[in-house]
Nanobody, 115 residues
């Protein structure tokens, strides 16, 4: 069973940083590209970033470029999202996601950016 558990969210002031982690299990992690998506209150899901198998190809949404860094540790079956210079509009629930027989998205972690 595919399981994805995001953690590391919290309340942070504008300009602050957070590092999110995604612990994965139930599939061969190193063979799959991993993504982060988020959902702000009352809004649709928004793609944030993707890292390929092996970490060679990385892409970001325009809203994340220059501020967020996606990475992975295949030895730990874990993906990360380092978020710097956070803005109030980054507030939402963040999920890691993988495409295995369709999109899979585990339990998210709440990020709140507020003074």
């Amino acid at each position: 069973e595919v399981q994805l558990q995001a953690s590391g969210g919290g309340l942070v002031q504008p300009g602050g940083s957070l590092r999110l982690s995604c612990a994965a299990s139930g599939f061969t992690f190193k063979d799959y590209e991993m993504s982060w998506v988020r959902q702000a209150p009352g809004k649709a899901f928004e793609w944030v970033a993707t890292i390929s198998s092996g970490g060679v190809i990385i892409s970001y949404a325009d809203s994340a470029k220059g501020r967020f860094t996606i990475s992975r540790d295949d030895a730990k079956n874990t993906a990360y999202l380092q978020m710097n210079s956070l803005k109030p509009e980054d507030t939402g629930v963040y999920y890691c996601a993988v495409m295995i027989n369709g999109p899979r998205r585990g339990q998210g972690t709440q990020v709140t950016v507020s003074s």
